[in-house]
C-alpha cells in the first residue's frame, strides 16, 4: 500500500483528494483515536466513510459509514471508534454491520416522529413538517441519528440566526429535541443531542391594535370585496381564537341560540367553549343565509381541506388599505386580550378567554363559568366597536355594513 495513501485525515486534506482516473482509491486515517476508518474516493468524486478490521485469526471486514461531507470526519471518527470496539470485543463484524444498517436516518425517524406521535396528538403537526422540509430535510435527513450531534445542530441553529430568523431558530431546534425526545421513549435513540443547547433570547411580542388604527382597520375591512376573507379577519378579532381553529371553524360547532361556539380540541389537546358576541352573532347569521348546503365549514375553500388556508394576500390587502405596519394576523387575538385588559379582566378571565393553558391556573380555570367571561368579551368588543365607529360615522353600525356586504 503506497504511503501517501496513509494520511491524517482533515477537512482539508480530504477536500483536496481528487478522484482517480478509473476506479476506486482507499485512503487510511493515521489518528490513532479511529482505528480502521478509511475513504474510499471513486473516479466520480464520491468520498465515502468506512470502516476495515480484522477479527483474530479471521478475515477482514469492511463496514461502510456514511458519504462526506453529508457525515463529517468527526462523526465518522465517533462512529469508527464505537465498531471498532465492538469488533475488538469479539462481536461479530457482520453483526456490527447489520445493526449500523439498521440504525435509522434522522429523516426515517422524523416520518416515524409523525405517523406515530404527531398527527395522533398534534394539531400543529402540518407545522412540524413544514420546518422538516424547510431547515432539517437538506442537512440532517440522510444522516444515521447516532451522526446528528451537538455540533452540527449548534451550527444550524446558528445558520438559522444569522439569516435572521432567531426566533425560528429556536422553533427547530426544540422540534428536533422532540424528535429524540419521543424516540428516546420509544426505544429508538439513546440520547437527545439537542438536549442543553442555548436557545436565543426572545422577546415577547406585545403588538396590538391600538385605540387610533382601530378605524383605519375597520374601515379597511369594511372595503375588502372577498366576504369571506373579510368576515374570517373579524371573527378571528371578535372571538381571540387562533388562526387555525377559526380557519376549520364548522356550522355544527356553532349554536346561535346560545351565541356559543364549541371547539372540541385547540391546540393545548383540550375542548374549549366560545362564547359569542353580539357582534360575531350578526356576521355568522348573515353568513348563514348565505351559505350552500354543502357547505360543511364557516370559511369554505377549494382546496383538498375544504376550508380557507391562507389568508395572506387579503391580510396584506386589508394593512395596505388601513396604512398599518408589523401587524400580523396572530395579533388580532392579543388585541381582544389587550382590550379585555383595559376595560377591567383579570388576568384569569383572559386567560381562560383565550384558551390558554396555564398549569399554576388550572383549577381556576376549571371552577370559573362562562358568565364572567362573556360579560367580559362583550365589554371589550363595545370597547373596540365604539372605537371604530365614532371617528367614521356616528350613526353607522360597522357590524351592520359589514352584513350587508356579505
Known amino acids: 500500500m503506497p504511503m501517501s495513501n496513509r494520511i491524517n485525515f482533515t477537512k482539508e486534506t480530504i477536500e483536496a483528494i481528487a478522484p482517480p482516473e478509473k476506479g476506486r482509491v482507499t485512503y487510511h486515517d493515521t489518528n490513532k483515536k479511529a482505528s480502521g476508518l478509511q475513504l474510499r474516493v471513486t473516479s466520480t468524486g464520491t468520498k465515502t466513510f468506512c470502516v476495515f478490521r480484522r477479527m483474530n485469526g479471521g478475515n477482514p471486514d469492511r463496514v461502510t459509514l456514511g458519504r462526506f461531507p453529508l457525515m463529517t470526519l468527526e462523526q465518522a471518527r465517533k462512529q469508527a471508534a464505537l465498531i471498532s470496539a465492538s469488533i475488538a470485543n469479539g462481536d461479530n463484524p457482520a453483526e456490527v454491520k447489520r445493526a449500523h444498517k439498521a440504525e435509522p436516518t434522522f ?107 382601530i378605524p383605519r382597520f375597520f374601515a379597511a375591512l369594511a372595503a375588502e370585496e372577498n366576504p369571506t376573507i373579510r368576515d374570517y379577519f373579524l371573527l378571528s378579532l371578535l372571538t381571540g381564537m387562533r388562526r387555525s381553529n377559526v380557519l376549520s371553524m364548522e356550522w355544527k360547532d356553532i349554536h346561535l341560540a346560545r351565541a356559543e361556539w364549541r371547539i372540541e380540541r385547540t391546540k393545548n389537546g383540550e375542548a374549549m367553549t366560545v362564547p359569542l358576541p353580539p357582534e360575531a352573532i350578526r356576521v355568522l347569521e348573515e353568513r348563514k343565509t348565505k351559505k350552500k348546503d354543502t357547505d360543511k365549514f364557516v370559511f369554505p375553500g377549494t382546496g383538498k381541506k375544504g376550508h380557507l388556508v391562507e389568508p395572506k394576500s387579503g391580510w396584506e390587502r386589508v394593512l395596505s388599505r388601513a396604512n398599518l405596519n408589523n401587524l400580523r394576523i396572530h395579533d388580532l387575538r392579543r388585541t381582544l386580550g389587550s382590550w379585555q385588559a383595559k376595560t377591567g379582566s383579570s388576568l384569569v378571565i383572559i386567560g381562560k378567554t383565550l384558551g390558554h393553558k396555564n398549569v399554576a391556573t388550572t383549577q381556576i380555570y376549571a371552577r370559573l363559568d362562562s358568565d364572567p367571561i362573556r360579560e367580559s368579551v362583550n365589554k371589550a368588543v363595545e370597547a373596540i366597536m365604539q372605537a371604530a365607529t365614532t371617528p367614521i360615522s356616528s350613526s353607522t353600525d360597522i357590524a351592520d355594513n359589514f352584513s350587508s356586504k356579505s
Open 107 to 213: 429523516g426515517e425517524l422524523f416520518d416515524e416522529y409523525i405517523e406515530r406521535h404527531a398527527k395522533p396528538n398534534k394539531r400543529t403537526w402540518e407545522e412540524d413538517v413544514q420546518r422538516f422540509n424547510q431547515y432539517l430535510k437538506k442537512p440532517l435527513a440522510s444522516k444515521k441519528i447516532k451522526a446528528v450531534d451537538r455540533n452540527s445542530l449548534s451550527t444550524l441553529h446558528s445558520d438559522i440566526t444569522n439569516a435572521g430568523h432567531p426566533t425560528v431558530a429556536n422553533r427547530v431546534l426544540a422540534l428536533v429535541s422532540s424528535v429524540f425526545g419521543w424516540a428516546i421513549n420509544a426505544g429508538r435513540a439513546d440520547a437527545n443531542p439537542a438536549s442543553g443547547l442555548r436557545r436565543n433570547r426572545e422577546k415577547s411580542r406585545d403588538r396590538f391594535l391600538q385605540g387610533d388604527e
